[in-house]
Every structure is written in C-alpha cells, then in structure tokens.
C-alpha cells in the first residue's frame, strides 16, 4: 500500500495567492482529517470527512480556508487569499472505517512570504 | 471538552537507556482509545503504540510500553534500551468515539551518544 499522498510536499507563495493542498488517502479509508502544525500551535484539527461528507470543520481558521472531497480518493484543501501566518505544515490523515489509527501523510510544507 | 496536557517540552536520555514520557488528558467519556505517535525530523507522523481504553492491560510494542491509569487519566510511554533513532518529537493522542482525535503539544526526545 502507496499509503496517504499529499502534493505538493513543498510549497513557497507570495501573500494574496491561492494554495491547493492535495490528499488521496489509503484506499478503503472511509474518514479523512486535514491537520495543521505550527510551532506555536502544535497539530491542529482543521476538518474531518466520513464517506466524502465534511464532518466537523469547526478548526477552520476563517473562510479564507476550505476543503473538499469529491470522491473517495481525492481531498483538497485551499487557501485563498493566502497569508504568511497560514506559513504551517499540513497534514493529511486517513482512518479506515471501524478502525481506530490514523495513518497519516509525509505533510506539505507551505511557505508564504 | 478533552484536552491532551504533555507537561515535558523536552526530556533527554542517555543510549541505551530508559525514559518515560508523560501525557494526561482531560475527558468525561468511558470509552476511548489513546496513541502515542513519532515525529522524526522529516516530519512524518509514525505511529508508536496505542491503547483501548477498555483494556486493563498495558499496551506494549518491543522497546515501547506504556502505563496506563484510566482513573488518574494518564497515559505514560516509556522507551527501553533508547536508541539513536529514537530521538524525535513524541506526541500523545486522544481519540473519542466520534473519531475526533485530539493531540498534545509534543515532547521533544534527545538521545545522547
């Protein structure tokens, strides 16, 4: 198993433009969780997804953020406009259904300046 | 509201040695499971060891064990003939049964030669 891809792993941008962060998670999984990591802030709990359906998206700093999942394999998370305190590391996760691990991504690296 | 309280930053070993990890964590429910994750420096998230809250025995993994004391609500790793590779941010995880998991700030593990 390929386990959760996320793309790009590395990202610079310049403030005001759109970021898109991609996810396909391990096949099979039915929950997928997008996370964000600061040295401030440690790993928060941005929005979390059963069967494609968003869950619980109150982690969302702002509108600037939203995160989609038009099927199964394939989740986004965009940011528009961007800001350099949105300057984190992202993470997916995916948790089968009736199991309790999340297995999670390598993270994107967004840089915004 | 569950809370993830890791009160060690940081905490040093000598190789070969052992170390314990400390994590409580604040919640009002009876059945949960509880994990221990690894963050080397290439930031990937790796899963060390986890625990139903159910189970009276303590979770173990080769080097890694931990203690868990449901009533006190903490949940201890200790990391046994410590090893170079060990050396990482360790991070406790709560996850409740809605699948919403919660994480502490981390510990950062030093191992010395």
């Known amino acids: 198993d390929a386990g959760v891809i996320q793309s790009p792993r590395h990202e610079v941008t310049e403030m005001g433009q759109e970021v898109t962060l991609r996810c396909k998670p391990i096949s099979g999984h039915d929950y997928l969780f997008w996370y964000r990591q600061t040295m401030m802030r440690g790993l928060e709990l941005l929005i979390y997804f059963n069967n494609n359906v968003p869950i619980d998206d109150s982690g969302m700093p702002e509108d600037r953020f939203s995160a989609k999942m038009p099927n199964a394999s394939f989740s986004t998370l965009k940011i528009q406009p961007s800001e350099p305190r949105d300057s984190a590391v992202y993470f997916c996760?995916?948790?089968?259904?009736?199991?309790?691990?999340?297995?999670f991504g390598p993270g994107t690296r967004l840089l915004v300046l | 509201a569950q809370t993830v309280t890791q009160s060690q930053p940081e905490m040093s070993v000598q190789e070969a040695e052992t170390v314990t990890l400390s994590c409580t964590y604040d919640t009002s429910e009876s059945d949960y499971y509880l994990f221990w994750y690894k963050q080397p420096p290439s930031r990937q998230m790796i899963l060390v060891i986890r625990q139903e809250a159910y189970k009276q025995q303590n979770a173990t993994e080769n080097r890694f064990s931990v203690n868990f004391q449901k009533a006190a609500k903490s949940f201890s790793l200790k990391i046994s003939d410590s090893q170079l590779g060990d050396a990482a941010m360790y991070f406790c995880a709560y996850r409740r049964a809605g699948n919403q998991f919660y994480f502490g700030t981390g510990t950062s593990l030093t191992v010395i030669p």
């Open positions: 996760a995916s948790t089968p259904k009736g199991r309790e691990t999340q297995y």
